[in-house]
């Protein structure tokens, strides 16, 4: 395998022997070995046009939605955001099961076009005379439906980059096969797995810690813009702006973390750099919690009467005149009175806030990426679309329930609640952790007698 690809395309992802010991022992042709990189690289441009593609749609539905339907309120808008999850969940497993006994060119070509269908009925949902609302409720739906092709994506990636363990354990078995077992029908007459059932307990506590990290971020993403607006008096113009600038850096700061810790989890072991990542995204809404004796400023709304006694029919119609000209220019900022946690709640300081982004954009990508990592090697060289479907699930059911919650607790209770049930839920996470730390070790470990990664 030497000299062909980067040195981080040759290693497996079950195990960490070297290239050159007896346990890489690959049968590869150089055109299979080219084939498969090449899938796998368009697997990732495409997972990063849907996420593009996403993220831009996402910041328009407010706007779109009251344009297209003037009934729509921010209750409604809710259940359209978290449409797109609840569809992406419920298709995850679907695909992922179809591709464990088809190829899985099927399911990505249908989901493709469910994506496609169902975009071009979002782009449309002004046409109807009535009931717009439901129609983008729908078609924002079925687009998480189409997303739920990422199970499978996983599933292949994830199968394909093991290409060297499954052969290796495969002794009597040609490439072809091996390949054909990746790309191909799931038929268990083709190619021989090793023989060990999966630890089930291990895959559960895994789900469990993914659907936690994308919980935790989920809501985060969430009560953004509202903590800001609150806290330091920002128009919505300004918290679209600075929020903005801030979500970019730590997109940038996830980039950064995704790329060392693959080097540092040669070093200490993924499991160890997951703890890692929870101490850290603890840390990071601990600092948020409100201390001091400063209070944020009030929003007061303005009380207009029907009747302005004392006053001249003048001055009456003046005020009517330049009322609605000052309401759109000038919006109230501020903490709202009719949150009462306003009134004695200290303020969040930028600098905290500033600090916790920083914190939560170094653990929350290091425990994405090692629970995935760690739940890959788990399931070893098996079909995985099934199991990447409810890791899917999880994490789209995180989405769903995370705005939810955050948003609820936020709003009757403040910040001071808000981030003391989330430092909480960390530590439970941490604990079952804790727990389960010696199970969460790769399939090839626990069944095929190789040495456990450091941590």
Avoid at 58 to 76: E, G, H, N, R
Avoid at 131 to 149: D, I
């Amino acid at each position: 395998m030497a000299g062909r690809g980067i040195p981080a395309e040759q290693e497996p992802l079950l195990g960490d022997r070297p290239p050159g010991s007896r346990e890489w022992n690959i049968i590869e042709t150089q055109e299979h070995y080219k084939s498969r990189w090449r899938s796998i690289r368009i697997l990732y441009l495409t997972m990063f046009l849907s996420s593009v593609g996403f993220s831009i749609v996402v910041m328009s539905i407010w706007p779109y939605l009251q344009k297209i339907d003037k009934t729509a309120d921010t209750s409604f808008l809710g259940w359209v955001i978290a449409s797109f999850s609840l569809g992406q969940m419920v298709a995850s497993p679907v695909f992922g099961f179809w591709s464990n006994y088809r190829p899985r060119k099927e399911p990505l070509i249908v989901s493709i076009f469910i994506s496609v269908a169902a975009n071009c009925l979002y782009a449309y949902v002004h046409v109807p005379a009535s009931h717009n609302k439901y129609y983008m409720l729908v078609a924002r739906g079925l687009v998480g439906f189409g997303a739920g092709n990422v199970a499978v994506v996983r599933s292949y990636i994830a199968g394909a980059t093991t290409l060297q363990e499954r052969t290796s354990s495969m002794a009597d078995t040609s490439a072809c096969q091996a390949l054909g077992f990746i790309l191909g029908p799931a038929n268990t007459d083709e190619v021989q797995v090793p023989q060990g059932s999966i630890d089930q307990v291990a895959v559960v506590t895994t789900n469990v810690l993914f659907f936690v990290v994308l919980f935790i971020f989920a809501l985060f993403e969430t009560i953004l813009t509202p903590l800001t607006m609150d806290m330091y008096a920002w128009t919505r113009e300004q918290a679209v702006l600075y929020d903005g600038i801030i979500l970019a850096a730590l997109g940038v700061e996830a980039v950064i973390i995704f790329m060392g810790v693959k080097l540092l989890s040669k070093k200490i072991g993924e499991r160890a750099i997951l703890l890692g990542g929870l101490v850290i995204v603890w840390a990071g809404f601990f600092i948020l919690l409100p201390w001091g004796n400063q209070y944020p400023k009030i929003q007061w709304e303005d009380l207009h009467n029907n009747s302005i006694p004392n006053t001249t029919f003048g001055e009456i119609i003046t005020t009517l005149w330049r009322s609605p000209r000052e309401n759109h220019s000038e919006e109230p900022t501020g903490c709202p009175v009719g949150q009462a946690w306003c009134l004695y709640t200290p303020v969040v300081h930028l600098a905290q806030f500033l600090t916790s982004a920083v914190l939560i954009g170094i653990g929350y990508p290091s425990c994405n990426v090692m629970s995935y990592t760690i739940y890959s090697k788990i399931l070893g060289p098996k079909p995985q679309g099934v199991y990447m479907g409810w890791l899917t699930a999880s994490g789209s059911a995180a989405r769903i329930l995370g705005p939810v919650f955050i948003s609820q607790v936020y709003t009757s209770w403040g910040p001071r609640w808000a981030f003391s049930l989330v430092c909480g839920t960390v530590v439970l996470t941490v604990t079952l952790l804790g727990v389960t730390y010696r199970r969460l070790v790769a399939f090839s470990v626990r069944h095929g007698g190789i040495q456990e990664s450091p941590g």
